[in-house]
């Protein structure tokens, strides 16, 4: 599993089940072919959000100005940090983050 062991499941959308090990410093996800977590809709941007580790290992979460937001246990957030269970939308995609214990 890496380093780090955060991760990322899809729980809803057309790639539900699919799971992403966090071990990239930045992780990219969006509808463009080259993104890190690819979400292939067209409710998602292209570019849509981007999830950065701090150094102090916590994970964050930024929107890149997306056309229809993200959003963090349904709340629109432009950057947050995440925490174990938390549930992120992006267009129809719900995905749950689990925090690698430290």
């Not at 998602?44 to 890149?64: F, N, P, W, Y």
């Not at 100005?65 to 246990?73: A, E, F, I, K, Q």
């Amino acid at each position: 599993m890496g380093e780090h062991g955060d991760l990322l499941v899809v729980a809803s959308g057309p790639a539900s089940g699919t799971r992403l090990t966090l071990e990239k410093e930045t992780t990219s996800v969006g509808r463009h072919e080259q993104s890190d977590l690819l979400l292939d809709d067209v409710s998602v941007s292209r570019h849509h959000a981007v999830i950065t580790r701090t150094a102090s290992g916590r994970m964050t979460l930024r929107d890149l100005n997306s056309l229809n937001g993200t959003y963090v246990n349904g709340v629109r957030v432009d950057e947050t940090t995440l925490h174990s269970a938390d549930e992120v939308q992006i267009g129809k995609f719900k995905l749950v983050f689990w925090e690698a214990s430290r």
